[in-house]
């Protein structure tokens, strides 16, 4: 006589139970080997504890090695990109008008974009009536776009992502923000570049960005120390033939502000060098590269974290002329500050994610809730 087979019915709940189950061990062991190849690799640092064979050298060694970074595959786009003649005049020392600003944005940016432009104007618009925003399209939808050509008061204008290596459409990677900037230089002589969250602490601030002096750009560091090798992808030192022992003491620039008059020095020692790493992926954004997503509580040691075309810029500097080394003369007071509120400042608003994805899940919310209240009512019943 044959026992009975055990009878287990495997219900929804049991179903449904067991799949978020394997869903979160799967993510839990994918998440592990990420993170302990990437530990295993971040930790090998045996070339920052050596003594560093490599110093910064005079200004015409640093300038010069510079200038001999490799052109890759960029040397067609720079030749584009380039100014258009050796005897166009340097930008005036002080002229009457501002720089116009220039920011780029995604649909992520959307928002914050509003408090910008709200910003401009019933803040510094009051004493600066000269203001030219240029707002460059790098993703956003065509809604987004068209309330920003009817509320913003700006130019709007697509970037020419068909015109240059493929990673440049990468938008993660910065590797259009160098291009788009010479791209401005070019036209106007001059170019503020700001982030959609950025902001003047003052409107009299503008007045600084007239006078130039004999500088050729206004850059600056965070605000609080972050180390640049910490920040930094190890293949972006190879690439550009440098050791990261030397730049040990130097920190990242960040990209709230950069004030760019177009010189001879500007170009040599700032968008060159910027370009030919922009636009060679295996510089701008090598192998592991990752923004986020890393060791960040190692700092100021080796974190995995890479900051793309600040990084970029920040070795250039530092190298040419020890930017943040020597910041108490290299670095002007800070103009500007950070705000990542979110403004709705326009009229007329777009659907949210929030509001598209309730949207989409509507009919499955309201199958459950018919579902829950018809096993109620069978209960009572």
Not at 14 to 25: E, G, Q, R
Not at 114 to 131: A, K, R, V, W, Y
Not at 360 to 381: A, D, H, Q
Request: hydrophobic share 40%; aromatic share 14%.
């Amino acid at each position: 006589m044959s026992l009975p087979k055990p009878n287990f019915p495997i219900t929804p709940n049991m179903f449904i139970l067991s799949a978020c189950f394997w869903t979160i061990m799967f993510v839990l062991i994918y998440e592990c080997i990420v993170y302990g190849t990437m530990y295993s690799r971040i930790t090998m640092e045996a070339d920052l504890h050596r003594k560093c064979q490599e110093k910064f050298g005079s200004e015409d060694e640093n300038l010069n090695k510079v200038d001999n970074y490799s052109f890759g595959v960029a040397q067609p786009y720079i030749f584009r990109l380039k100014p258009a003649a050796k005897a166009k005049e340097d930008y005036p020392m002080e002229t009457t008008t501002l720089p116009p600003f220039v920011t780029a944005v995604s649909t992520s940016e959307f928002f914050q974009l509003q408090g910008l432009i709200n910003h401009i104007m019933e803040d510094l618009m009051t004493s600066q009536s000269d203001i030219k925003l240029l707002v460059y399209d790098i993703g956003l939808y065509k809604k987004e776009r068209e309330l920003i050509e009817k509320y913003c008061h700006c130019e709007v204008r697509d970037f020419p992502f068909q015109e240059y290596p493929r990673h440049v459409s990468d938008i993660t990677n910065y590797a259009w923000r160098p291009i788009m900037l010479q791209i401005v230089l070019e036209e106007f002589g001059s170019a503020v570049y700001i982030e959609a969250t950025t902001r003047f602490k003052t409107d009299l601030s503008l007045n600084f960005l007239k006078r130039r002096g004999s500088k050729s750009y206004f850059l600056w560091d965070l605000p609080i120390y972050t180390s640049l090798v910490s920040y930094t992808a190890t293949g972006m030192f190879e690439f550009l033939d440098e050791q990261r022992c030397t730049f040990l003491d130097t920190s990242i620039l960040s990209s709230e502000a950069i004030v760019l008059y177009r010189t001879e020095k500007t170009w040599r020692e700032l968008m060159k060098p910027w370009l030919k790493c922009a636009l060679n992926e295996d510089c701008i954004a090598p192998q592991y590269a990752t923004y986020s997503g890393c060791f960040e509580l190692r700092h100021p040691r080796t974190t995995g974290c890479h900051r793309y075309d600040m990084s970029a810029l920040s070795i250039i500097l530092n190298r040419g002329v020890q930017y943040t080394v020597r910041s108490g003369k290299m670095i002007s007071f800070r103009l500007t500050y950070k705000d990542e509120t979110i403004t709705l400042y326009f009229p007329e608003q777009p659907w949210t994610y929030a509001e598209i994805c309730l949207l989409i899940l509507s009919p499955f919310l309201l199958f459950i809730l018919y579902k829950f209240l018809f096993k109620r009512r069978r209960c009572k019943l």
